[in-house]
């Protein structure tokens, strides 16, 4: 249940307590079936301001049933890449364990490679020839199983007969992205099958997150991989689509890569390297994944550490440093953030973090952004390990490709991840600080918890942008905003670009632009024939001129966490958040959806339910699904089960439906008039105005009508906070020119009162003039669509309405840069 009736907590400004005329004062509540007096007795009672909405919560024992161990993937890879043609052949070997429930009658493998091999895959189609930069026309990448046997029961099969593609989910028979091959007979489960498969594989230019560039090898979704199998839904192993990424199961990885000499001393890929030796002119690199030592442990939930892919990297060019994150350090800088931690998580927890060696791989080009790499991976390795549970594995490596190659970053791997940045791009900026945080943190964000991305990316991607903006403005505080002028980052933002693509300069872009460069100006009045007016005709040198950054470009700060906003209101209600990645309506969609828009419901959620219960339900959904694959509905119970709070509604209408909200206030304050005319006396006789009715003794007198509606203009309930605030009447003894005091009352609008009535009318009449009303001061809901109309103010803010409205325009420019920018 939620907050009963009408709690009205009196707190002061300056620490006296509200004093309130007896009779003059009282406040009814319309929309609600009941009348409450402000003074309650119940308004002694209840939770401190700015405390969360959601008072009371209810102990929901963990779901603890025995949810069965994940199927497990073991590969051991052996593959020789030759230099001139950059083709790669392999031969593997898989160990799948069987833990569905079910017996399996066929393997499913993704071939993702063939994505890139022609114009009429499933992914090319649906790029529309839009796959970022280096379309080069010989860029084409492949992949083909070459032979592929089973051992099961009586020796060796041949399952080659049996090979066919597959299109589950468009019927494209020009997709090649998925193969099935039968098993001589169905795999119980429990058992464990043995695959060997050869393959080759060439590898594209880079141009979607693997490839080459030159010698710059970004090699990943390099070998067929299987897919998932899922009790009652069969094989889960779904095309490569333009908007989706990856699904697979976890465990361990042995590859052996057979390389020209020259990659000496610069491969690097998941887990580590463990043994480099030349032979025939050649490299052979081996690579454990997870290293050696973390597989012979467990990690700081008691789990064995694992992973659910391989990729790797290499080239000549490679600068490498190497770097040891070490938790003392962070912790000393930021002492209230274990406080917070020890707080929501208890002393039990041990918040102490492991030290991780960190190599970072740049070019030479860009050597100046070493340092700034490493910071910015442990500022992820910190705040995500502090919250979420501490990174399992001895190492991470960080790629920043070279220049050319930018299509190979802003990507995941286990343990190894790409970034993007750009040249003359400073600390302030968030480039590349943004991206590498994003990338280092889906260690965590699928890298250990293992969701199905085709079906629910935004459970990553939303997790991740909302936790990756939380690090940055803790580590980094606000963003520059810069614009390229001339190939070079400019300080500012366009004001020209502020109208975006809505194509409205209602708000002042366009117009405020042209106005600035004294290009146009509009004259508001409707009797001109053309109500416009060219002070500068237009000239080459004056049109240069007057397009000069100092005349059209604004500095702008925004808070990482104000972007998210900004980029769920993109588009904030196409579709619901819980879709599958290649069923939203269009790109936009899918973007909003999977980073942003979770993000906000996510930093919205904890407005509701207070801080510590959401740090907990996020850290016990991390804990519980590490090296596992959680559905949406896991995600959802595993969530509440750890902050100890029954909310279900909120998952039901936040993420599956398309709903919004929209608060708004206006208010109707009046200094009760003196009475005139005729009254009639308890004796009966009609007298006109008596004296003792009228304000006959001034201002201190003076009783205020003060009329509130809030609406909910949109289809969400949410239970907000609302602050009112009042001014005390001077009064006699006052000092000469003290502040008259302030008299703030809290209350909240719950979610039933929002479902009974989209509106509220607070009415008061008493002695103290109300001078502001605010919807969510603490500004907590970020879900809200225009926060343009959350508050009131009896002199009036005129500037609000427009500081709101240029964030929102501005930060709908940037969304597309940032995301752009990123590859998963
Ligand atoms: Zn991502």
Redesign the pocket.
């Known amino acids: 249940m939620l907050v009963a009736g009408f709690w009205v907590l009196p707190t002061l400004a300056g620490g006296a307590i509200a004093q309130t005329v007896p009779g003059d004062s009282s406040a009814r509540r319309t929309a609600g079936s009941e009348a409450i007096p402000a003074e309650s007795p119940e308004s002694l009672g209840g939770e401190p301001a700015g405390e969360p909405v959601l008072q009371e919560v209810l102990a929901v024992e963990p779901a603890r049933s025995e949810r069965r161990i994940p199927d497990r993937a073991d590969y051991q890879i052996e593959a020789r890449l030759d230099g001139e043609t950059k083709r790669l052949k392999g031969s593997l070997e898989l160990r799948w364990t069987n833990n569905s429930g079910e017996s399996v009658e066929d393997l499913w493998f993704h071939l993702y490679m063939n994505a890139f091999s022609n114009n009429r895959s499933t992914f090319m189609r649906e790029s529309k020839g839009d796959v970022r930069k280096n379309e080069d026309e010989d860029g084409w990448g492949w992949s083909q199983v070459t032979d592929i046997r089973v051992e099961q029961y009586e020796g060796d099969a041949d399952l080659m007969h049996t090979f066919q593609y597959r299109r589950p989910d468009d019927g494209n028979p020009d997709d090649r992205t998925v193969f099935s091959v039968d098993l001589p007979r169905p795999l119980p489960s429990g058992e464990t099958i043995k695959v060997v498969l050869d393959w080759e594989v060439q590898l594209p230019r880079v141009r979607v997150r693997t490839g080459y560039k030159d010698d710059f090898l970004m090699v990943a979704q390099w070998f067929p991989k299987l897919g998932v199998y899922e009790p009652e839904r069969g094989w889960n192993a779904h095309q490569f689509h333009r908007n989706t990424e990856w699904y697979a199961d976890f465990g361990n990885y042995d590859v052996t890569l057979n390389l020209p000499i020259e990659y000496r001393g610069k491969v690097f890929g998941s887990g580590i390297g463990e043994g480099e030796r030349t032979e025939g002119g050649r490299l052979e690199v081996r690579f454990a994944a997870p290293s050696s030592r973390d597989q012979s442990s467990t990690d700081a939930f008691g789990k064995k550490p694992l992973v659910h892919d391989f990729a790797w990297t290499a080239d000549p060019r490679f600068v490498v440093k190497q770097f040891i994150f070490k938790f003392d350090e962070w912790a000393e800088d930021y002492p209230e953030e274990i406080e917070r931690a020890r707080e929501a998580f208890g002393d039990d927890e041990d918040l102490v973090l492991r030290p991780v060696d960190v190599t970072v791989l740049v070019h030479p080009e860009r050597e100046d952004q070493v340092e700034r790499h490493f910071r910015a991976t442990s500022a992820a390795l910190f705040f995500y390990g502090l919250w979420f549970g501490e990174y399992p594995y001895q190492h991470v490596t960080v790629v920043d490709p070279p220049w050319g190659g930018d299509a190979a970053g802003?990507m995941?791997y286990p343990t190894i991840f790409t970034c993007g940045t750009r040249m003359l791009s400073t600390e302030d900026m968030h480039r590349p600080e943004g991206v590498t945080i994003?990338?280092c943190?889906?260690q965590f964000w699928?890298g250990l918890v293992g969701n199905n991305e085709f079906e629910a990316a935004w459970i990553?991607?939303g997790l991740?942008?909302f936790t990756d903006s939380e690090v940055l403005w803790r580590v980094y505080g606000p963003r520059r905003s810069t614009t390229k002028y001339a190939g070079l980052p400019v300080d500012g933002v366009r004001v020209a670009s502020l109208a975006g693509s809505h194509g409205s300069d209602d708000l002042g872009g366009y117009a405020l632009a042209d106005a600035l460069a004294l290009r146009d100006v509009r004259i508001p009045l409707p009797y001109f024939y053309d109500p416009r007016w060219k002070p500068i005709r237009a000239s080459g040198f004056l049109d240069w001129w007057r397009d000069q950054p100092s005349f059209t470009f604004v500095r702008e700060f925004t808070d990482p966490r104000w972007a998210d906003r900004s980029g769920y209101l993109s588009d904030p209600s196409s579709d619901p958040i819980d879709t599958n990645g290649w069923e939203y309506v269009d790109r936009m969609s899918y973007r909003t959806n999977s980073?942003r828009r979770p993000a906000v419901a996510l930093r919205s959620l904890s407005a509701v339910i207070g801080d510590a219960p959401f740090m907990r339900g996020m850290r016990h959904f991390s804990r519980e699904w590490r090296y596992d694959h959680p559905y949406p509905q896991d995600f959802y119970s595993s969530f509440q089960a750890g902050a100890e709070v029954e909310i279900d509604w909120y998952f039901e209408e936040l993420f599956r439906s398309r709903g919004t909200v929209d608060w708004s206030v206006s208010v109707d304050q009046r200094e009760r008039p003196d009475a005139e005319g005729f009254f009639q006396s308890e004796g009966g006789a009609f007298l006109e105005r008596p004296t003792s009715e009228t304000n006959d003794n001034g201002h201190e007198r003076t009783i205020w009508l003060t009329e509130i509606t809030f609406r909910n203009e949109g289809e969400l309930c949410l239970p907000v906070p609302i602050r009112l605030t009042f001014q005390a009447p001077p009064s006699g003894d006052a000092e000469e020119g003290a502040e008259p005091e302030k008299i703030v009352e809290e209350l909240i609008w719950t979610r039933e009162e929002q479902q009974r009535e989209r509106w509220m009318k607070l009415e008061f009449k008493r002695r103290e003039k109300l001078i502001s009303v605010e919807i969510d001061p603490e500004r907590g809901y970020y879900i809200d669509e225009d926060m343009s109309n959350n508050s009131w103010f009896d002199e009036a803010d005129t500037v609000a309405p427009w500081r709101w409205g240029e964030r929102v325009l501005s930060q709908y420019q940037r969304y597309f840069h940032w995301v752009g920018g990123?590859?998963?």
């Open positions: 802003g995941e994003h990338e943190g889906h699928y990553d991607e991740n942008s980073y990123i590859g998963g």
